[in-house]
């Protein structure tokens, strides 16, 4: 479970990033968070995690609070929440299996890092995750031969290969053509549906965003304005979230 107790962020230049945020989301749910750019969609998914600090308030992640973590018990906790980003971040001249095994790297003996060796039951994860995502059979074809859309489902693969509790994913698709972003956006779903793991997702395409996520979180100006089920997101909604001003950017 996350909870957002009066959560606050403000940035050292005075931005405000998230205005007294409050806010619950129960294991198990696929969330959507909607917003014009600049809101502070990133900021809310990446305070989940501790990529950004809060100002003011309590973030709790599994009964964890989150701004008490500190060394390693801060990176133990990182190893339970992945994160898929915009950009792949792939090491393109190696091969896919390599990859996703990279995920395995904070389990493993110093030896076996400087090594490269990884036991069998991290290849078999890797392979597992692989296959979860539907590419297993370019396992070990390079990353750089691959499609933006192959690439992204790579990075899904080595997240699934922490064996995370939590997904946090970064404008996951906007990099993609619009048949690839519902194919992966599919595979968020099935993740989420048959391996029960949490998706907290910022996305522009509000239309996918109401396809597939179950709930939306709409935010303007670092406020919660909307959260409800994806089905009753319409036009008032959207309004309430982007302004009568910016109706096209929350379609384009």
Do not use: C
Not at 54 to 65: F, H, Y
Request: glycine fraction near 8%.
């Amino acid at each position: 479970m996350i909870v957002f107790d009066h959560v606050s962020k403000i940035y050292p230049n005075g931005t405000v990033g998230l205005d007294d945020v409050n806010l619950t989301i129960q294991d198990g749910e696929f969330v959507a968070i909607i917003g014009r750019s600049g809101a502070g969609k990133s900021t809310l998914l990446r305070a989940v995690n501790r990529m950004h600090d809060i100002s003011k308030g309590t973030l709790t992640v599994n009964d964890t609070n989150v701004s008490g973590l500190r060394g390693k018990a801060l990176r133990h906790f990182r190893r339970e929440i992945g994160m898929v980003f915009q950009s792949f971040n792939l090491v393109s001249r190696t091969t896919v299996i390599r990859n996703v095994l990279s995920a395995r790297v904070p389990e493993m003996p110093f030896w076996r890092v400087l090594l490269g060796a990884f036991r069998k039951e991290d290849k078999i994860t890797a392979l597992e995750s692989l296959d979860k995502v539907g590419i297993l059979d370019k396992a070990y074809i390079r990353a750089d031969q691959l499609s933006g859309g192959q690439q992204q489902r790579v990075a899904l693969a080595r997240t699934l290969a922490q064996k995370p509790k939590i997904i946090l994913a970064d404008e996951p698709v906007a990099a993609l053509d619009p048949v690839t972003a519902k194919q992966v956006m599919e595979d968020f779903v099935r993740i989420n549906k048959e391996m029960g793991i949490s998706i907290l997702l910022n996305i522009h395409h509000v239309e996918l965003a109401i396809e597939y996520a179950d709930r939306i979180i709409g935010i303007r100006a670092g406020k919660i304005v909307y959260d409800g089920p994806s089905k009753e997101v319409d036009q008032a909604v959207l309004d309430s979230i982007y302004g009568e001003a910016a109706k096209q950017e929350a379609t384009a």
